[in-house]
T-cell receptor, first 116, second 111 residues
Framework: GAVVSQHPSRVICKSGTSVKIECRSL??????MFWYRQFPKQSLMLMAT?????????EQGVEKDKFLINHASLTLSTLTVTSAHPEDSSFYIC????????????FGSGTRLTVV | DAKTTQPPSMDCAEGRAANLPCNHS???????VYWYRQIHSQGPQYIIH???NNETNEMASLIITEDRKSSTLILPHATLRDTAVYYC????????????FGTGTSLTVIP
């Protein structure tokens, strides 16, 4: 089945620095990937839709200049949290679909970001 | 996409069937019902999906009412590893659109 790899699984960074999270579709091409954020004991909240070769579409209330998304190839999307602050500490998850959309979307294993 | 309503939590004895309900009374004719689960600190995992017929796979069964306004996910023999948050989502496939997650049901399988 479709596999989505997300890296790193865990990262700790200092306040004010930037962190990049990678999301790769390993055995299929994904023209569209999605980025979610999940705070403790809450559901997944969609942040943005990442489209290969074009600008990402952000959900209302998500700062596009803070959460930079790049989808330069059909198998890789990256999320960069710029000038991270402690309130950006969260669980970030990406997802992608194979072209047949046979099982909905496959999700990555998530990245636990802690900003200190 | 239509909204769904699920009970916030449920318990199930190990080895027994877990029946997780979901209401989607505003579902439209071309929307499918998807079920995912999320084990703590992992990404969501696909379980099953269907349009109007009942579906079964190696993980679970999905029972959709005739009017399609509700569905039930059945885990036939729950194990401790089935403890997770279960999400019911309705969506039109093959449109490139997103999954919007509700609050889900936190299932605890008790030894």
């Amino acid at each position: 089945g479709a596999v989505v790899s997300q890296h790193p699984s865990r990262v700790i960074c200092k306040s004010g620095t930037s962190v990049k999270i990678e999301c790769r579709s390993l055995d299929f091409q994904a023209t569209t990937m999605f980025w979610y954020r999940q705070f403790p004991k809450q559901s997944l909240m969609l942040m943005a839709t990442s489209n290969e070769g074009s600008k990402a579409t952000y959900e209302q209330g998500v700062e596009k200049d803070k959460f930079l998304i790049n989808h330069a190839s059909l198998t890789l999307s990256t999320l960069t949290v710029t000038s991270a602050h402690p309130e950006d500490s969260s669980f970030y998850i990406c997802s992608a679909s194979d072209l047949a959309d046979r099982y909905g979307y496959t999700f990555g294993s998530g990245t636990r970001l802690t900003v200190v | 996409d239509a909204k769904t309503t699920q009970p916030p939590s449920m318990d199930c004895a190990e080895g027994r069937a877990a029946n997780l309900p979901c209401n989607h009374s505003t579902i439209s004719g071309n929307e499918y019902v998807y079920w995912y689960r999320q084990i703590h600190s992992q990404g969501p995992q696909y379980i099953i999906h269907g349009l109007k017929n009942n579906e079964t796979n190696e993980m679970a069964s999905l029972i959709i009412t005739e009017d399609r306004k509700s569905s039930t996910l059945i885990l036939p023999h729950a194990t401790l590893r089935d403890t997770a948050v279960y999400y019911c989502i309705v969506r039109v496939p093959n449109t490139g659109n997103q999954f919007y997650f509700g609050t889900g049901t936190s299932l605890t399988v008790i030894p």
